[in-house]
């Protein structure tokens, strides 16, 4: 069975040796002919490959490990198409869907431990179901009745930030926190490759470097920035900017959840022997649009979306459990089911959501209220009180 307390032993440390020096992207955001670069476990065919250096950090994996983490990849897939449709029909007011890249967010979710931290963008829905979220806390905040999501403390996961980039540098923060504490936790940053462009980013990853925090900045470069391609703002794989910073990068297939849970395992475990932080470019594509406002046919190329179908990571796990015979279709369909379930929990949980009071705004913006918050909340309810005479 999976288990997050893996050690291999010492982390590679030189971005050379990890593979980070490749072709860039082409300008219709495929990935480059030459793939030779990308840690690989598992091929688009379900092919299980042999790679020495990768392998142990998932010799645990047995089949009932692998089929979890498929279920978990099912799941995900499934929920972020009912939250799309409840989008649709009015019922939220914005979803980021993460469709194609549920190996990147699962992969590196499972490697993490029940005392490790997570600052996400607001795309690691996936990730955060992994830590614990329920199917209503994934949408109160697109449904717009509450500012977050969730209680961070209760996933050990901050809710997701809409500043890009941003979360880099809170990452940062709670991992300068923990080696100050001396704590053995280590933090993941996930960000998308538009984020690189960000100084926040940048300055995030200069001050890890700078004092050693047990961080991994963790890009998922889904191809696109909204709708320009990732090569318009790096004429180089993401990956390679580590050695700038005096850390270690390394690519990985986006796609293939073991590779992805192998180079993340050893990137955590880095941070937690105290030797810093490491930056994973985890090569994915982005099937869908950037958030339900964006019409991705305007930019993207069809070709290049059947070529990633191609590369599917739900389909390559299936294929390998069952040619392993962990699998067959009575085992797909109660997978399927489990799945379903938790989308309708999610309907259900949304419709269940009301308004919150208007005065509420006021109430956690300050430790200790102000005189000018309360003078603004006096405001507010006395233009309530207007709006509601005028109604009668």
Same mark, same amino acid.
């Given at each position: 069975? &999976?288990?997050?307390?893996?050690?291999?032993?010492?982390?590679?440390?030189?971005?050379?040796?990890?593979?980070?020096?490749?072709?860039?992207?082409?300008?219709?955001?495929?990935?480059?002919?030459?793939?030779?670069?990308?840690?690989?476990?598992?091929? #688009?065919?379900?092919?299980?490959?042999?790679?020495?250096?990768?392998?142990?950090?998932?010799?645990?994996?047995?089949?009932?490990?692998?089929?979890? &983490?498929?279920?978990?990849?099912?799941?995900?897939?499934?929920?972020?198409? !009912?939250?799309?449709?409840?989008?649709?029909?009015?019922?939220?007011?914005?979803?980021?869907?993460?469709?194609?890249?549920?190996?990147?967010?699962?992969?590196?979710?499972?490697?993490?431990?029940?005392?490790?931290?997570?600052?996400?963008?607001?795309?690691?829905?996936?990730?955060?179901?992994?830590?614990?979220?329920?199917?209503?806390?994934?949408?109160?905040?697109?449904?717009?009745?509450?500012?977050?999501?969730?209680?961070?403390?209760?996933?050990?996961?901050?809710?997701?930030?809409?500043?890009?980039?941003?979360?880099?540098?809170?990452?940062?923060?709670?991992?300068?926190?923990?080696?100050?504490?001396?704590?053995?936790?280590?933090?993941?940053?996930?960000?998308?490759?538009?984020?690189?462009?960000?100084?926040?980013?940048?300055?995030?990853?200069?001050?890890?470097?700078?004092?050693?925090?047990?961080?991994?900045?963790?890009?998922?470069?889904?191809?696109?920035?909204?709708?320009?391609?990732?090569? &318009?703002?790096?004429?180089?794989?993401?990956?390679?900017?580590?050695?700038?910073?005096?850390?270690?990068?390394?690519?990985?297939?986006?796609?293939?959840?073991?590779?992805?849970?192998?180079?993340?395992?050893?990137?955590?475990?880095?941070?937690?022997?105290?030797?810093?932080?490491?930056?994973?470019?985890?090569?994915?594509?982005?099937?869908?649009?950037?958030?339900?406002?964006?019409?991705?046919?305007?930019?993207?190329?069809?070709?290049?979306?059947?070529?990633?179908?191609?590369?599917?990571?739900?389909?390559?796990? !299936?294929?390998?459990?069952?040619?392993?015979?962990?699998?067959?279709?009575?085992?797909?369909?109660?997978?399927?089911?489990?799945?379903?379930?938790?989308?309708?929990?999610?309907?259900?949980?949304?419709?269940?959501?009301?308004?919150?009071?208007?005065?509420?705004?006021?109430?956690?913006?300050?430790?200790? #209220?102000?005189?000018?918050?309360?003078?603004?909340?006096?405001?507010?309810?006395?233009?309530?009180?207007?709006?509601?005479?005028?109604?009668?």
């Amino acid at each position: 069975m &999976l288990r997050s307390d893996v050690s291999a032993g010492p982390a590679r440390t030189s971005p050379h040796d990890h593979g980070a020096a490749a072709p860039t992207a082409t300008r219709d955001g495929d990935v480059p002919s030459d793939e030779g670069d990308l840690v690989r476990l598992l091929t #688009p065919a379900g092919t299980r490959l042999d790679r020495p250096e990768h392998d142990p950090w998932v010799a645990d994996v047995d089949d009932d490990a692998l089929l979890a &983490l498929y279920e978990d990849m099912v799941v995900v897939r499934r929920f972020d198409t !009912e939250a799309v449709a409840l989008q649709r029909q009015g019922q939220l007011g914005l979803w980021p869907p993460l469709n194609g890249q549920e190996a990147a967010q699962v992969g590196s979710a499972r490697a993490l431990r029940a005392n490790d931290f997570v600052f996400g963008s607001y795309r690691e829905n996936g990730v955060a179901y992994c830590r614990g979220a329920t199917p209503t806390d994934l949408v109160r905040v697109w449904r717009g009745t509450t500012q977050s999501g969730w209680d961070p403390r209760d996933l050990n996961m901050a809710t997701p930030q809409i500043v890009v980039g941003a979360q880099a540098l809170h990452a940062t923060g709670y991992a300068l926190g923990c080696r100050l504490d001396g704590v053995d936790s280590a933090v993941v940053a996930y960000f998308g490759d538009g984020a690189t462009s960000q100084g926040d980013v940048h300055e995030a990853m200069v001050f890890a470097a700078s004092g050693g925090a047990p961080v991994v900045f963790f890009c998922q470069n889904n191809q696109w920035a909204i709708s320009e391609p990732v090569d &318009l703002q790096t004429r180089t794989p993401i990956a390679t900017r580590a050695a700038g910073y005096g850390f270690p990068g390394v690519r990985v297939d986006g796609n293939d959840v073991l590779a992805v849970l192998a180079v993340t395992r050893a990137a955590l475990d880095r941070a937690r022997r105290g030797e810093g932080p490491t930056l994973v470019e985890a090569v994915t594509y982005r099937m869908g649009p950037h958030t339900t406002s964006d019409d991705p046919t305007r930019y993207a190329d069809p070709a290049v979306r059947e070529h990633w179908t191609a590369r599917d990571p739900v389909t390559r796990v !299936e294929r390998l459990l069952r040619a392993r015979g962990a699998l067959d279709d009575e085992g797909a369909r109660a997978v399927a089911g489990r799945a379903d379930a938790f989308a309708q929990a999610m309907r259900d949980g949304c419709y269940a959501l009301t308004p919150p009071p208007s005065d509420t705004l006021f109430d956690h913006v300050l430790v200790e #209220p102000t005189a000018w918050l309360e003078r603004q909340r006096r405001e507010h309810a006395a233009y309530r009180a207007m709006l509601e005479g005028d109604a009668s």
